[in-house]
């Protein structure tokens, strides 16, 4: 018996993701405009902008929103397959919400354990703050939806390993305004102040380093991701 999932079944699961993505992602983000933020993004209106976080997951949504009129379109043809320009991009969303949660994960989690160790928070309410409230969306939930509708349920015609690059270009051209605005601007003229402790408690030639090793680690993750995709689609 063939247990492979067809294409056709696949196309309606990314339908039912895509507008799930769409829905929670309008959703979360309404909360910085109605109420200024949940859990450890507590900030009004267009300062949400400013966040990674905010960013990467508007990113995902717009193309799944795009994503829902080829998976309607792909109802009667039975395929599961968008057009290379728009997987592509989608490639990169992808990306960069993994890069928020995983960030999340292994490092402002263990750094917030570490800012609120002083007032006594147990470790796990510390850790479990850069979840909650709608950060549990956009840190998880939608990275997560991401991932399993952009490699396992979508294609593409042709997606080569040498278009990987894709994925880090979110990740460089954000790093290149957060060192602008922390370092150079700076919050006494209208900067940002380092949220992401990327300085390490304001050792501005710290910025560049957490650069590399960021994009480093982005390259890494679009090489992963690229591999789960070759997988799930048998690309040698």
């Known amino acids: 018996m063939n247990r492979e999932m067809s294409a056709k079944t696949k196309n309606i699961i990314s339908l039912v993701i895509n507008i799930a993505i769409v829905v929670i992602t309008a959703f979360s983000m309404s909360k910085f ?13 267009v300062s949400s902008f400013k966040y990674f976080t905010n960013l990467s997951n508007y990113f995902i949504a ?14 009667s043809k039975g395929t599961n397959e968008l057009p290379r320009p728009l997987y592509l991009v989608k490639f990169a969303a992808t990306v960069s919400v993994t890069v928020t949660f995983l960030t999340c994960v292994f490092f ?26 709608v950060t549990f969306y956009l840190h998880f939930v939608t990275p997560l939806l991401s991932i399993i509708v952009t490699f396992f349920l979508e294609k593409t015609d042709s997606f080569e390993k040498k278009k990987v690059w894709l994925g880090v270009l979110p990740v460089f051209f954000y790093a290149i305004v957060y060192g602008i605005m922390v370092a150079i601007v700076t919050p006494e003229n209208g900067g940002w102040t380092d949220f992401y402790h990327f300085t390490f408690g304001g050792k501005m030639y710290m910025i560049p380093v957490s650069a590399i090793v960021m994009l ?21």
């Open 62 to 75: 717009i193309t799944a929103l795009v994503s829902i009129y080829f998976n309607i379109r792909n109802l």
């Open 216 to 236: 480093g680690a982005t390259w890494l993750i679009s090489k992963v991701e690229w591999k789960i995709y070759s997988k799930v689609n048998k690309i040698k």
């Open 108 to 133: 402002l989690a263990p750094i917030n354990i570490m800012i609120l160790a002083p007032y006594g928070v147990p470790a796990w309410r510390a850790y479990m703050f850069m979840f909650a409230g």
């Open 33 to 45: 405009f109605i109420s200024g933020g949940d859990g450890n993004m507590q900030v009004m209106g």
